[in-house]
Structure formats: structure tokens, C-alpha cells
């Protein structure tokens, strides 16, 4: 019986030639890949987990890559060769590696990979975070650091800063006095992305005296989730056009465009108000130096909506991501938070709300910053980079065009370097420490190092800093279910190119007048 169906089966499969057609060609695609999961080399390779045909080891990167990886460093090494799909990867997860290739070896891994999304949210690789290493990418960032995150230019922004902490008080005390959850996930991001607005475009994205989302900013959050998921072309490099059939090339060309659309707008406005000479915001900077001979590149359209877009990715998530984490931290540790507000409500007095005057006073808070940056890095795994040549890490050989990734999550709770408690949350760590994250100490590594360092760091950190400070003055806080004991709040984490809170961050707020 079963040999009858089974033959029955067969004739009707051989008398279809597009069946037996696709069938050959999957074969031979197979074939392929397997082939090439092992490419040549000359050198001894780091050590490599157990892998799959074709998937090579993208089965084992789970949920959360980051704390997956991290398993797999403590059984293989700090240094791994993975195989991710057709990629070869090098996975490195300790201080001293992470040094090597950031620091030693820091030109032959500055070159970005082309990923799919990264070449369409960069205008093909004109911007700054996501580029190709080359001549260009170098001008671009020596005038975004001279003209755009200068020291002078984040102190010139000092007052959007504090008009904007004014309006999230504000905002926080309503709902406080309505007897309303705060949503302090929404809330945080609100005040980020109002602030980089005023930076970027000279206005606000919420009404005045409100603190609301934009549309521009939830496309912003969709284009983090492409750049942040899974799309094959990125491991399968000859499988792209599978994106036109999975819905992630239509999403993307989507959120482009509207992004693309809105930057067109925004620029023409300023174009034909006069990009005039005191104007700060980065539209009329990057336009004035479009007309300025002096630069020696063309600064294009496409190189300024770039360079936007990487200002927006930098400045919004990943800062929110900073204060929600450490606002989670303070509740869960309830010792810490009342040292923080015992601080800030010591340190401004009288005064309804802190300035960024008052910050440098702020010794404590400043140690919770950074123990919530070591343990929740906004990009726990740094931006990919590529090899432009061979070398070695660690001893072992590292090919050419090997897609690198630097595990600053694993970094910053390496055991062997912070201690038994490296995944619990001390600021006292940090006491006496010259340990800073500013890209020169390898162990503390949030915003990278290198060349690629992120440019706009002092920018975020203000930001961060004034809005942390506040929510210490201005309120006590309780978690918003009736009983509940803040060391019991989740830290469940939702991986994408920024990681958040799994769930927005709920609380109670009880208004704290001037002593």
C-alpha cells in the first residue's frame, strides 16, 4: 500500500517540470551554501559553537543576542568565528579583546558592513553612524563634531534643555495630581525627542506646553526595528530578494519614505526662510555649510537628511533607554534612590527644579548613570564593523571582509573584571574609580570607541543628566500596583538595535514641594 503511494506520488512529481525544476534548484542553492560555510582560510580561526548547515549559528542567537552570546563566550571563549548564515562573524566579549579591536587594530575594523536597512536609512552610506570608512566618511565627521556636537554647540542648547525638563515636570504633576499612572517609558521619550527636535529643526514636534509624540518620531521607531530585526539579505547576501516576499522590504520603503518625505519638507522650509546666520539648529548649520566653498566636499541633500537621521537614532531611544533603566534600578534598589534624591533635593535647596548649573554638584547621580550604562547599554551589541585586511585578535587569524561584533553588554559584566556582583546594580562600584565611558576604558564601553565613537556623547549626556536629576527633585515615586515593593519591578528585556523595558515603565508619582 504505502510503496503504491508512494509511486502514485513520484509519477505525478516527474510528469511536473516546474516541480522538478525548483526542486533542482533548491538542491544546488543548498549545495552551495553549505560549501561555503567554510571558506578557506591560512591562519588558526578562533573557536567556533557547533553549527548548522546554512544557518551556520543563527539558531543560537535567541531572543536576546546579547545574553546569548555571552553564554556561548563563557563555554568558547572571549574571542568566537561564527558562522552567521553566510557570515562570517567575530564575536569578541572581554576588555582586552574589545581593545584590540577598537584600539590596536582600530583601522582595520572602522569600515562599516553594508546591510540592507543601514545602506537605506544612511541614503546609500552618506551619513555618519552607518557609512563605509573612507575619505569622505572622515570629513563628514570632522565637521559634525566641529559644527554639530561641539562643546560650544551642546552649551548653546542649554536652554531647550531646561524648557523641555520644565514641560515633562509639568506633565508628570498633572497626572500625579489626577491620581494617573506616569508612564515614564512614553514620557522620557517625549522629552528626548522634543529636545532633538528643537536641535535638529528649531521647533518642537508637540504642541507648545505639551509633551507628546510625533508621527516623524514613531517612524523613527519603526526604522530602529528594521535596523535592529532580522533580514535575510544581511546573512544571505545572494537571498536579498527574499525581503520582497517576508514584508521587510515593503516596510522599509514605506518608513523611508515618509522619513524622506518629512526631511524634505523640513529642509525646503528652511531653505526658503534663509538659513540665517544665528540661526543653531542643524538644518541651518549643514545648509550654510553647504554653501561654504571652505568644506571641501559637497555636502548633498541626501548627506544632510543622513546626517539628520543619525542625529535623531542617537539622541532619542537610546538616551530615554538610559533614564527608564536607571529610574527601574533606583526603584528595584530602594537604598540608592533615597542617596540620589537626598543629593539633588540637598544640592538645589529652595528651587523648584534643577539647572544644569546645579549638575557638577551631583556626584551620586552621576555614578548612577554610569552603573546603568554598564548594565544597560542602549546598543548592548555595538554597531557591526567589518575587516578591510587580515590580522589577529586574541592570536588567532581574522580574514579579511569578517563582519565583527563587539559585545559591550558582555563587556561590562565580565566577572573577571567587576567582581562576583558584575550583574547587580552598585553605584558604590564606581567610587574612587577613574573609569569612565567616553571610549578610553575598554571594560565601559556604551557608546563605542575608536573612530567610530558616537560624536554626539557630551549632547546625550547633558540631556540625560538634567532629566534624571529632576525626576529625583520632583517627585517620590511608587510602583503602581497597590502592595507592590519596587525591588520586585521586572527587568525583562526587548532586544532591537536599542534595548528597552519589555513592558513601559508604570509608576506612581507624589509631588515633592521646595524645603
Known amino acids: 500500500m504505502a510503496a503504491s503511494i508512494i509511486t502514485e506520488v513520484a509519477g505525478e512529481f516527474f510528469q511536473q ?90 583601522v582595520v575594523f572602522a569600515h562599516r558592513p553594508p546591510l540592507v536597512a543601514t545602506r537605506r536609512f544612511s541614503y546609500g552610506g552618506v551619513g555618519i553612524a552607518f557609512t563605509p570608512y573612507d575619505e569622505q566618511w572622515r570629513k563628514v565627521r570632522k565637521i559634525s563634531t566641529s559644527e554639530i556636537f561641539s562643546n560650544m554647540r551642546v552649551q548653546s542648547f542649554r536652554p531647550i534643555r531646561e524648557e523641555e525638563v520644565g514641560i515633562l515636570v509639568k506633565t508628570i504633576a498633572r497626572a500625579a495630581a489626577l491620581g494617573s499612572a506616569v508612564n515614564l517609558t512614553e514620557t522620557s521619550l517625549c522629552y528626548f525627542n522634543n529636545v532633538t527636535c528643537r536641535q ?46 517576508n514584508g521587510v522590504q515593503g516596510r522599509l520603503d514605506k518608513t523611508f519614505f515618509e522619513i524622506d518625505s518629512f526631511l524634505e519638507e523640513e529642509i525646503e522650509k528652511h531653505r526658503a526662510a534663509g538659513a540665517a546666520a544665528a540661526a543653531n539648529d542643524f538644518i541651518s548649520t549643514l545648509l550654510r555649510l553647504q554653501n561654504d566653498p571652505s568644506v571641501g566636499f559637497p555636502i548633498t541633500k541626501g548627506r544632510i537628511k543622513a546626517i539628520l537621521v543619525d542625529a535623531f537614532f542617537g539622541g532619542t531611544d537610546t538616551s530615554a533607554a538610559t533614564v527608564e533603566w536607571g529610574m527601574t534600578e533606583l526603584m528595584r534598589h530602594p537604598a540608592a534612590m533615597r542617596k540620589a534624591q537626598e543629593e539633588v533635593r540637598r544640592a538645589v535647596g529652595e528651587k523648584n527644579r534643577v539647572e544644569e548649573s546645579d549638575l557638577h554638584q551631583l556626584h551620586y547621580l552621576k555614578l548612577v548613570i554610569k552603573e546603568t550604562l554598564r548594565l544597560h547599554p542602549p546598543i548592548p551589541l555595538l554597531l557591526p564593523r567589518e575587516s578591510v585586511e587580515e590580522c589577529k585578535i586574541g592570536g588567532y587569524h581574522v580574514p579579511a571582509r569578517t563582519r565583527v561584533i563587539v559585545n559591550a553588554w558582555a563587556v561590562a559584566v565580565d566577572a573577571s573584571y567587576w567582581g562576583e556582583d558584575a550583574e547587580g546594580f ?33 549632547l546625550g549626556t547633558a540631556a540625560v543628566e538634567l532629566a534624571f536629576a529632576n525626576l529625583l527633585r520632583c517627585f517620590d515615586w511608587e510602583p503602581l500596583e497597590e502592595g507592590k515593593k519596587g525591588e520586585d519591578m521586572d527587568v525583562e528585556e526587548s532586544f532591537g538595535l536599542v534595548v528597552t523595558r519589555k513592558t513601559p515603565l508604570l509608576l506612581r508619582a507624589k509631588p515633592v514641594p521646595a524645603s
Open 17 to 106: 517540470p516546474q516541480l522538478i525544476l525548483t526542486a533542482l534548484l533548491f538542491l544546488l542553492m543548498a549545495l552551495y551554501l553549505i560549501k561555503s560555510q567554510n571558506p578557506p582560510t591560512t591562519g588558526r580561526l578562533p573557536p567556533r559553537p557547533p553549527s548548522l548547515p546554512i544557518l551556520g549559528n543563527l539558531h543560537q542567537l535567541g531572543e536576546l543576542p546579547h545574553r546569548s552570546l555571552r553564554d556561548l563566550a563563557n563555554k568558547h571563549g572571549p574571542v568566537m568565528h561564527l558562522m552567521m548564515g553566510r557570515i562570517p562573524t567575530l564575536v569578541v566579549s572581554s576588555p582586552e579583546l574589545a581593545e584590540e579591536v577598537l584600539k590596536t587594530h582600530d
Open 426 to 458: 552598585r553605584p558604590e562600584r564606581f567610587e574612587g574609580s577613574g573609569v569612565q565611558y567616553k571610549g578610553q576604558d575598554f571594560q565601559l564601553l556604551p557608546f563605542g570607541s575608536g573612530r567610530r565613537i558616537c560624536p554626539g556623547i557630551a
Open 200 to 245: 535638529v529643526f528649531g521647533r518642537r514636534s508637540s504642541a507648545e506646553g505639551e509633551c507628546g509624540r510625533s508621527k516623524f518620531h514613531d517612524q523613527l521607531i519603526e526604522a530602529l526595528t528594521l535596523l535592529g530585526g532580522f533580514c535575510a539579505g544581511d546573512f544571505f547576501p545572494s537571498m536579498e530578494w527574499l525581503n520582497r516576499f
